[in-house]
């Protein structure tokens, strides 16, 4: 790696609320600068802009463009499209699947109404071809769907075994439309087929959230003149040339976890902890042992779909400062797990909402819709592309301007309510109100946007439950009860990370993370073995009466508000190639690796030529990826036939290569 005398990292996040960036020194590895800027979804460079700009415009005698050498960004944006439902439209074609297989698929279910076209086609687990590749239907295909689709997901039976005809269908494809292909080979090595068309179904409706966000990095880093490379974090916390990122941008799934708990470590300088990282939408707990985040080989499960993208085992809940306050049936409060704008956050920005509030407060009828506000995304100058909406949604979106609107006068019916949450779903509207944020500025636990908005938000809520006006009394009551129950929330999910299950309504943990200690005449309490690392922007709010709840070591670092910019500084390239070699019995040996299958007849040269060959495979990957000088380190398990002498014996070995090193600096 080379970097000059005087180098600078710049990591940066951008979250659903925040864009955090921070400056690490690379000469003495340590954090000198760091800022927060709005996340503006309409715009992403100008939040990514004005983080970066604050952060160097702290130190004290500033930074030249060309002292640094890395831009590295974490992003939430991937989760939260997945989440949230989000995404580009997608055409499915699947080659050699059967009915049955189509089905456990699970596409249908994740995505109603998605296309999903079967052709002929396939291979065997040998990698011989089992049925010739239906190319005509293909063009029949494309004739159907292929205007109607932004992008198309390709998986073929057996193709980890040989790829020939996935290949052939995306150069059919995009000869034919010219739109993005997702191969499902290029992102798995699994033999599980219907799980490899699931992860590209899902990567091919990420590609123009990624590739929008590193459009927009690119363009701050043009405006503030930085010229040098542009890494992305991915979600089992390693890094990548945002250009290798961009074609499989779900490998950034829990991408912004990732780096929380690289930063965490590198903050705190423990080994052995939970981290629980609180931001805007949710709260992502991970689980650090012996120095190694703990990764989930069997692919990250996010937004109830389990993909097959390796990632760090983090849980992520829809809890954060900015989570929805509503009401159950029954009057209960709910917190989350959809995120909104705080209203004191956009009465900061449109000092006009504290007026539209004391109108809602003056219309005595009350209503579920009063204190809530639509507006377009932040730093959308132009109106975002509003693709596939029916004529309510554009009737809709039509009323949303830049500047905030009261939902209760752009929703005037039910059927306009869904279309307003039709677009909230699509991203093209942000909707603004009550929070856990709001709650926090009333009790004067936070102070950096308008009090008197969240006062009045919690005026609405409070006599929308009881049909009267509150007293002061009874609004701070709420809010505490808010506040309460964000912390409550919290300690069940650190406990359900401590336990490493998810134990749902159990009486015994409820009650010592209410606060309460006990039932009846027992005293109850659990802990933690472990300190629990908190990071992210609100966390220094709730998790003081987490740790005294729990009994739990609580460590705040210093920039733990920023933790997931640092980690996004200081991360690795990685990349894991493994390559399967297979014996028959007769002395035929077949080597299943990224290229495809070859046959040989000696065990002993199929080992070596299959270690060869992963190691090789490694070393481009992480070269691709942006890597400077990196090492290899190769692990092999071997599987033997009952009366094996030697390898010519092998049943099965699986080689293993994997390559790391640190980004190569401008």
Known sequence: MSQAPESYFIGVDTGGTYTDAAVIEAANHRVIASAKAITTKGDLAIGVTEAITKAVASLPRGLKPEDISLVSVSTTLATNAVVEGHGSAVGVVL?????????????????????????????????????????????????????????????????????????????????????????????????????RALTASLNARLISRISFLIEAVSRAMTGLKIVCPLMIVKGDGTLALAETVAMRPIETVLSGPAASLVGARWLSGLSDFIMSDMGGTTTDLGVLKDGRPRVTEEGAEVGGWRTMVKAIDVRTIGLGGDSEIHFEANGGLSVGPQRIVPVSLIAQRFPEVLAMLDSDLADTEGGSMHGRFVVHPFGAANRLAATDLSAREKEILDLVTDRPKPVRKVAVSSGAQRALAALKRKGLVQICGFTPSDAAHVLDLQANWSKPAAEKAAQLLVRFREMKM?????????????????????????????????????????????????????????????????????????????????????????????????????????????????????????????????????????????????????????????????????????????????????????????????????
């Open 470 to 666: 509150p007293s002061p009394e009874r609004v701070k009551g709420f809010c505490e009860e808010v506040w309460s129950d964000v912390v409550r929330l919290t300690g069940r999910v650190i406990l359900d990370t401590a336990l490493g299950q998810k134990t749902g309504g159990d009486t015994l943990l409820d009650a010592v993370c209410s606060g309460r200690g006990g039932i009846g005449l027992t005293r109850i309490g659990l802990s933690p073995t472990v300190p629990v690392v908190a990071v992210g922007g609100p966390v220094k709010i709730y998790y003081g009466e987490v740790g005294k709840r729990l009994g739990a070591e609580i460590v705040f670092p210093e920039f733990c508000d920023v933790a997931n910019a640092v980690g996004a500084a200081t991360g690795v390239v990685s990349r894991a190639v493994t390559v399967t070699l297979e014996g028959d019995g007769s002395g035929l040996f077949r080597l299943h690796g990224p290229e495809g299958t070859r046959s040989l007849t000696s065990g002993t040269q199929a080992l070596a030529e299959g270690e060869a060959l992963a190691r090789q495979a490694a070393l481009t990957a992480v070269t691709q990826m942006g890597a400077g000088k990196a090492e290899v380190k190769v692990s092999i398990a071997k599987s033997y036939l009952p009366d094996a002498v030697d390898d010519n014996g092998l049943l099965k070995a699986e080689i293993t290569a994997e390559a790391i090193g640190r980004p190569e600096t401008r």
């Open 95 to 195: 080659s050699g699947f059967d009915a049955q297989m189509v089905e456990r698929t699970g596409i249908a279910k994740a995505f109603p109404g998605m296309p999903v076209e079967m052709i002929a086609g396939g291979h065997d687990h040998n990698g011989d071809e089992k049925t010739a590749l239906d190319i005509a239907g293909l063009e029949a295909v494309l004739g159907r769907i292929g205007g109607k689709c932004d992008a198309f997901a390709v998986a073929s039976a057996f193709a980890v075994r040989n790829p020939a005809h996935e290949h052939k269908i995306r150069e059919i494809i995009t000869a034919r439309t010219g739109k993005p292909v997702t191969l499902s080979t290029e992102l798995s090595s699994s033999l599980d087929a219907p799980r």
